[in-house]
């Protein structure tokens, strides 16, 4: 089992910045793909970002695509994802989620294995 603690999320200002860390317990952590997926209130789960086990590989929803940056520290066993320019529109509870081990990048999240609890980002207008 693999635990996964998100952590970063709060209230900003549109056109402001926030930066979300996923802490992964487990000692395979740079096996896995990480996805970031975000729930705003009365949508559907959404896949945002991911990246590869190595960092060298990401792909983005084309809604945050300029604006979002996801990266990783497999020495830290953490996950990033750098938000600039939020809009209202990116409000929601944002999940990381790790893939099975050496699975590629899926933008499915019935795709991911384990899932963090969820943090908060509000922007307002």
């Known amino acids: 089992h693999v635990r996964l603690i998100e952590s970063g999320g709060g209230l900003v200002q549109a056109g402001g910045s926030l930066r979300l860390s996923c802490a992964v317990a487990g000692r395979t952590f740079s096996t896995y793909a990480m996805g970031w997926f975000r729930q705003g209130p009365g949508k559907e789960r959404e896949f945002v970002g991911g990246?590869?086990?190595?960092?060298?590989?990401?792909d983005y929803a084309d809604s945050v695509n300029g604006r979002f940056t996801i990266s990783r520290d497999n020495a830290k066993n953490t996950v990033y994802l750098q938000m600039n320019s939020l809009k209202p529109e990116d409000t929601a509870v944002y999940y990381c989620?790790?893939?099975?081990?050496?699975?590629?990048?899926?933008?499915?999240?019935?795709?991911?294995?384990?899932w963090g609890q969820g943090t908060q980002v509000t922007v307002s207008s």
């Open positions: 989620a790790a893939s099975q081990p050496w699975a590629s990048i899926l933008r499915t999240g019935t795709e991911y294995e384990n």
């Open positions: 990246i590869n086990q190595s960092g060298g590989g990401t």
